[in-house]
């Protein structure tokens, strides 16, 4: 059952959810199933990183894009192939979950929307082990570890590409 991101009683309880480009199942069910857990508002959240929130001198917000010669909407918007996913996953499940865009830094967007939102916990996944990937992570860090060390809320860290015992960890790989 979906709910819009602004409805709902601010004393509920709700989880938020980092949500890739590409999400995988694991990472949306271990979303819901907490939620479920602590009877709360699943909060799937996505983050465009090319564009940055501004905000007015009334207070209102919106956003813009990096590049200014950008073609995109005006507005960020949740991509719905994405949300068509996590709504096909989560049918039958009993849990009451929105979806939200947000814009800029990954780490700092789903923070501040999970402070905004006094959400329990940040629930995160990990990346997979590429090159491209540890190239990414060398640049700008870790999502989950920025989040552990830059606010305050417990962050779960879902496993979606747990390596044997045996097999180097993706950061030792040459």
């Known amino acids: 059952m979906t709910i819009p991101p602004s409805a709902g009683s601010s004393s509920r309880a709700c989880i938020v959810v ?20 602590y009877g709360a508002l699943a909060l799937f959240a996505t983050v465009d990183p090319s564009r940055y929130a501004v905000i007015g001198a ?71 082990p590429s090159f491209g990937s540890g190239f990414r992570e060398f640049l700008g860090g870790s999502v989950a570890v920025h989040l552990a060390h830059r606010q305050g809320r417990p962050v779960l860290m879902i496993p979606l590409h747990p390596v044997a015992k045996e097999a180097q960890l993706p950061w030792e790989a040459s």
Do not use: Y
């Open 18 to 37: 980092g949500v890739p480009p590409r999400p995988r199942e694991e990472l949306i069910r271990a979303g819901a199933d907490v939620a479920r857990q």
């Open 58 to 128: 009334d207070g209102s917000t919106w956003s813009a894009p990096i590049d200014p010669d950008s073609d995109e909407p005006a507005e960020p918007a949740f991509d719905p192939e994405v949300r068509r996913r996590i709504e096909g996953l989560m049918g039958g499940l009993e849990v009451e979950w929105s979806t939200q865009c947000l814009v800029g830094d990954t780490a700092a967007a789903l923070a501040a929307f999970a402070e905004e939102r006094d959400a329990a916990m940040i629930v995160v996944g990990t990346r997979e």
